[in-house]
Antibody
């Protein structure tokens, strides 16, 4: 079964740091791009960051310079280091798999984890 | 990168068809044939329903279809069923691995 399991969320003060992890199973992790998407409670989805198969990372304007995305293919794991957190970063963070079909990968996401909640508050 | 624009709500009776629009710009929807649609039930993770403007991943009913014209994409749900009641989000590739999502449309089956 294809599965993504996020961990590492919690309560942190403004200016603090958290490291989110995403454990992948049931598929060839190293052959997929991976993404983080967040959702404020009761609101829409917001793309946060993505990392290619080769480890090249990309960020939304809202988190660039504060978040760092990395992957460890040998451990089938994805990591999001979040520094200098702000109240506006409060959300459920989803790990999501880049979509590949018929040997071709497309810039969408298909499999999502259940999310981990990050709360930034004093 | 600004969010794509979706109507906040849509509705239809069982068996009817409903279409949800998603408006972007020439930098996202208008630039790429990489529009996707996601269905999200309360408390659940989103589910990919449409990729590449109009392709259904395995397991998605053919009642769901997608299209695009210029900077606007659309999702049509035909033969509405109660289980289709959910929040629907569009998304588009915007270059350099970036995705931009719509604000979501709550679909109500009357």
């Amino acid at each position: 079964e294809v599965q993504l399991v996020e961990s590492g969320g919690g309560l942190v003060q403004p200016g603090g740091s958290l490291r989110l992890s995403c454990a992948a199973s049931g598929f060839a992790f190293s052959t997929h791009d991976m993404h983080w998407v967040r959702q404020v409670k009761g609101k829409g989805l917001e793309w946060v960051s993505a990392i290619g198969k080769a480890g090249d990372a990309y960020y939304s304007v809202s988190v660039k310079g504060r978040f760092t995305l990395s992957r460890e293919n040998a451990r089938n794991s994805l990591y999001l280091q979040m520094d200098n957190l702000r109240a506006g970063d409060t959300a459920v963070y989803y790990c999501a798999r880049g979509y590949c079909s018929g040997g071709t990968c497309h810039p969408h996401v298909d499999v999502w984890g259940q999310g981990t909640t990050v709360t930034v508050s004093s | 990168q600004s969010a794509l624009t979706q109507p906040p709500s849509a509705s239809g009776s069982p068996g009817q068809s409903v279409t949800i629009s998603c408006t972007g710009t020439s930098s996202d929807i208008g630039a790429y044939n990489y529009v996707s649609w996601y269905q999200q039930h309360p408390g659940k993770a989103p589910k990919l329903m449409i990729s590449d403007v109009n392709k259904r991943p395995s397991g998605v009913p053919d009642r769901f279809s997608g299209s695009k014209s210029g900077n606007t994409a659309s999702l049509t749900v035909s033969g509405l069923q109660g289980e289709d009641e959910a929040e629907y989000y569009c998304a588009s590739y915007a270059g350099s691995f970036t995705l931009v999502f719509g604000g979501g449309t709550k679909l109500t089956v009357l």
